[in-house]
């Protein structure tokens, strides 16, 4: 970056603020309904576990077809914003869908409502996710911001989100959906409204001559297929199949109910989730600022590896200890971790491959955790409805050192096979 933008700040460039708006009103607006899915699905709606893992296998597998379709999209697209506002679009539609379509085909034929909810969620938000965030690391190296930071405003709008829902919730869990097709129109408008890269004066100022002539050079057919031959990127994705795969496992499919379990009654446990949702939020928020500085001390590599340790003890320590009070503090590893899986990931991506095709990239490793929620979703399920929620916890904290050891081993050093942008 130079001086002079150097000086302006990130809040003086207008890159920085449109995108950190645009990932925020997302991730808020997703984080309203998401985080009491599992909890509506198994308390409201009275799904079994088994059934909640179905629903979370038909997300994976749409995910896994979709994911590819969005990156190359994208990847084309460079910095147009055309696909988000195709996904903002079906956001909007997010109240009518659950009020008048999802909610009564599950009730009547649960396997074709599971189908059809999972496409639509997949095509407005599973898949929309990673472009969100991919979009903004790419603009973000273009004009000159730090993505960690733009990234943890999306963690602040999923905190707050989170935060009113656990009220909204206990009222009728209804108003989330519409509250999320609320959001999803102010996210629209500002998607259609407000694109700083048609003001030539900021685009002078802030960008980066270099990625540009880089992203200038649109990635082929041939650079797209190219990414599927890189045997360390597959072994990457190994990794992630057994790591970042229980992000949705553990944290969406199983701890909602779990952590409400400790309550007196259903109505109290989902407002304290609601609580610790938002605060672990809320730190991940502020862990999206500080990890990237951890990662300019230790390196990329270090940093992952710390970041599967955090998932291995905090997964464990869910299985050990018999105490909400305990479980709460725990689970608030989630928040560098997840920084570290988001921000650390993306700049290992960015560090030994080619940047142009960074989304494509993303989300080859992202089919991984795809491809192991489908194996595992249901499985796990099914073995928490056997042997309850912490016995199951433990046999995924298992899984999970497995990886890491598996980890040490396959990912590369910061000064190995570097073909992207050096560090």
């Known amino acids: 970056m130079s001086d002079k933008n150097e000086r302006a700040g990130q809040f003086k460039n207008p890159f920085y603020v449109s995108n950190s708006i645009n990932i925020l009103l997302f991730f808020a607006g997703w984080g309203i309904w998401w985080s009491f899915f599992q909890i509506w699905l198994t308390t409201k709606e009275g799904f079994s576990g088994a059934q909640v893992g179905e629903i979370y296998s038909f997300n994976s597998a749409f995910s896994l077809v979709m994911n590819l379709v969005y990156s190359n999209i994208q990847d084309r697209l460079g910095i147009r914003r055309n696909l988000l506002i195709f996904c903002a679009v079906l956001q909007v539609l997010l109240g009518p869908f659950f ?52 990234r943890g405003w999306g963690s602040f709008g999923y905190a707050t989100s989170a935060l009113i829902a656990g009220f909204l919730f206990t009222i009728d869990p209804a108003l989330l959906f519409w509250m999320g097709s609320g959001i999803a129109i102010v996210l629209l408008i500002f998607l259609l409204v407000w694109d700083p890269v048609r003001n030539e004066k900021d685009v002078a100022k802030f960008e980066n001559s270099m990625v540009k002539d880089r992203e200038n050079s649109k990635p082929s057919s041939k650079d797209f297929l190219n990414i599927f031959k890189i045997r360390s990127l597959w072994e990457i994705a190994i990794f992630l199949v057994f790591s970042g795969t229980f992000y949705t496992i553990f944290d969406q499919q199983m701890f909602p109910q779990f952590f409400t379990q400790f309550f007196k009654t259903q109505a109290i446990g989902d407002h304290m989730y609601g609580i610790l949702n938002s605060v672990e939020v809320f730190l991940e928020a502020i862990m999206m600022g500080l990890v990237p500085l951890l990662m300019k001390k230790i390196g990329v590599r270090r940093t992952i590896l710390v970041g599967v340790t955090f ?27 997840t920084a570290i899986f988001c921000v650390v990931m993306f700049r290992y991506y960015t560090l030994h491959y080619d940047p142009r095709v960074s989304a494509t990239i993303n989300i080859v490793t992202g089919i991984a955790g795809a491809f192991g929620q489908i194996l595992l979703s249901t499985p796990l399920g099914m073995l928490r409805d056997h042997i309850g929620y912490q016995p199951t916890f433990l046999v995924i904290a298992g899984i999970v050192f497995c990886a890491g050891l598996y980890g040490y081993f396959i990912i590369r050093k910061d000064d190995q096979e570097v073909n992207g942008e050096k560090l």
């Open 311 to 337: 998932m291995f003890i905090r997964i464990g320590g869910c299985g050990l200890i018999t105490n909400p009070v305990g479980v709460s503090i725990i689970k608030l590893l989630h928040a560098p971790e």
């Open 99 to 150: 009020t008048f379509l999802f909610v009564p085909m599950l009730r009547a034929h649960f396997l074709m409502g599971a189908i059809i909810g999972s496409c639509y969620l997949t095509l407005a938000y599973l898949s929309a996710s990673p472009m969100f965030e991919a979009l903004t690391e790419r603009v973000s190296r273009r004009f000159n911001y730090q993505y960690g930071s733009a």
